[in-house]
């Protein structure tokens, strides 16, 4: 084999783990994208405890659904939800992690969840989420109620 033909498949295989490599990002990406719209799509479907359709719903039926648009099963309870995925720290958020709180008495307990839809900023960190008063909104992880509440950030995709 001549060195140009070795050169040549040298760079075939190179343009080859390249294009594969911005594929699984593009996929990554386009996943978490559907993750998002699926998640908007049900903005303003009010807050229903165990509901699990348009009608109604709460916070893990929100990431369930969101998550099943893209073929990943998530479990149907917010605790169960809490231990998928990798840990991300609260500065480490990215669009499409899942963001864990404790809303209840117990300061440790996971009640409450919500899937990243921006980060712009320092301060800047916006998930979506079943509210029990307004439904399904989105709202700043930064604002004192829900920063003083957070838990935990995991990363599924």
């Not at 996971?110 to 909104?137: E, M, P, Y």
């Amino acid at each position: 084999m001549s060195t140009v033909q070795k050169r040549s498949i040298g760079l075939l295989v190179l343009c080859t783990l390249l294009f594969v490599g911005c594929a699984g990002n593009t996929s990554r990406s386009n996943n978490i994208n559907r993750v998002i719209q699926t998640a908007k799509s049900y903005t303003g479907t009010p807050y229903k405890w165990g509901g699990t359709t348009r009608v109604g719903l709460d916070c893990s039926a929100l990431i369930y659904h969101s998550y099943r648009s893209i073929g990943i099963d998530m479990p149907r309870v917010t605790a169960d939800q809490s231990k998928r995925g990798d840990k991300v720290r609260l500065k480490q958020l990215a669009v499409g992690d899942l963001v864990f709180f404790a809303t209840g008495d117990k300061k440790r307990k996971v009640t409450h969840a919500g899937i990243v839809t921006s980060v712009s900023g320092k301060n800047q960190v916006r998930f979506i989420h079943a509210s029990t008063s307004l439904g399904v909104i989105e709202s700043n992880l930064y604002s004192p109620y829900y920063l003083k509440r957070f838990l935990s950030g995991r990363r599924i995709l």
